[in-house]
């Protein structure tokens, strides 16, 4: 399982828990994340066998890196906002062109709720770093392209209540993979030839 663009880990202690997963991938760009979540996480003190488990690689997700090649799944939480919107293109490449990983999970703000957070004005956006964050039919639109282009079927929800009038506060989509041969499985067979 990787959690791409993993930040200080907040998902990673959920994913680490879940003892369903037998390894556990934080990708991050920023050294410092990957220092916090190593200390979130306590590598330091966990037992040799759980630890080998967990792998925590520093990685910008807008080039192509072979190591993140046949994963079942992955994870985007909040993360493609972050990214300047002439980026975005890279980032699909990389992750659902190169990687391929069986299922993404991709969440990102619906800019439309905003307006029911207070003090968060019109044009404003959730984080200081967020360079642009979208309505529920652009991500919508995003998404059916990416999946189009890339070989996946998508479904797209929310996370939160959902407002009859805005939506969920967050964005929600899965994508699934339609050709299930490749890198998951590629990577199954060159473990089991260990």
């Known amino acids: 399982m990787l959690d791409l663009g ?41 037992p040799e066998r759980q630890r080998q488990r967990i792998h925590l690689w520093q990685s910008a997700l807008t080039y192509r ?13 909040e993360v493609v906002e972050h990214l300047d919107p002439p980026r975005l293109p890279a980032l699909e490449d990389a992750v659902f062109g190169h990687a391929r990983p069986g299922t993404v999970v991709v969440t990102t703000p619906n800019v439309e709720y905003n307006v029911r957070y207070e003090g968060l004005g019109a044009g404003r956006f959730r984080h200081a770093d967020h ?9 919508a639109a995003w998404v059916a392209r990416v999946a189009a282009t890339h070989g996946y079927t998508a479904t797209v929800g929310g996370v939160g209540d959902d407002d009859p009038e805005l939506g969920a506060p967050t964005q929600l989509a899965v994508l699934t993979r339609t050709d299930q041969t490749g890198p998951s499985t590629d990577r199954q067979t060159e473990e089991t030839a260990r």
Do not use: I, P, Q
């Not at 890196?65 to 939480?77: C, N």
């Not at 360079?131 to 991500?139: K, L, Q, V």
């Open 6 to 46: 993993c930040g200080g880990g907040a998902l990673l202690g959920a994913l680490v828990a879940d003892r369903r997963f037998t390894e556990v991938v934080g990708v991050d760009v920023a050294d410092r994340s990957l220092a916090m979540a190593a200390r979130r996480l306590r590598l330091d003190r966990l």
């Open 131 to 139: 360079r642009f964050e979208w309505t529920r039919a652009e991500f």
């Open 65 to 77: 890196d072979d190591r993140l090649r046949g994963y079942d799944a992955a994870v985007l939480m």
